[in-house]
C-alpha cells in the first residue's frame, strides 16, 4: 500500500530526531536516513534537511572552542572546520535551486564562499 506524503514526512520527522525550533544537540540515536524519495514532496526533503542538519550538530558539538573551529589544518590541505559546519547547508541550497523549490539564493556571497570544498585529485591543492 503506498504512503501518503503526511505518513512519509510524519515517519522522516521520527526518525530525524530533530526540533526545527531547538537545535540543540539530542541525547537520542541519530543515524542517515535512507535514501530521499523525491516524490514524496516538500515536506519530507524538509524532514531529511532537518535529520542531516541534526547529525552536523551533534558532530560538530565534540568541539570544545570556537579557535577549533577557525583553526586550519597543519597541513593545509582543507579547510577550517567552520567551512564543514556551513557546506551541508549550502549543498541543500544549491540542491534546491537547481530544482526549483526555491527561487533565489538564501545568502549567496556566503553560498559562494563554502560551496567547494578542497578537491582531492588537485596537486596544486597539495
Not at 61 to 69: K, N, R
Not at 95 to 111: F, H, M, R, T, Y
Request: charged share 25%.
Amino acid at each position: 500500500m503506498p504512503v501518503s506524503e503526511k505518513e512519509q514526512a510524519d515517519t522522516d520527522r521520527e526518525h530525524a530526531n530533530s526540533d526545527s525550533k531547538n537545535k540543540q544537540v539530542t541525547d537520542k540515536p541519530l543515524y542517515s536516513l535512507p535514501l530521499l524519495n523525491l516524490d514524496a514532496g516538500r515536506a519530507a526533503v524538509l524532514a531529511y534537511f532537518e535529520n542531516t542538519w541534526a547529525i552536523t550538530e551533534q558532530l560538530f558539538s565534540s568541539l570544545v572552542s570556537e579557535e577549533a573551529y577557525l583553526t586550519r589544518p597543519y597541513h593545509k590541505t582543507r579547510h577550517p572546520l567552520i567551512f564543514y559546519y556551513a557546506h551541508p547547508v549550502c549543498f541543500y541550497v544549491n540542491k534546491l535551486l537547481v530544482s526549483g523549490l526555491i527561487d533565489a539564493p538564501v545568502n549567496q556571497k556566503l553560498e559562494l564562499r563554502v560551496e567547494t570544498g578542497v578537491d582531492e585529485m588537485n596537486c596544486e591543492d597539495l
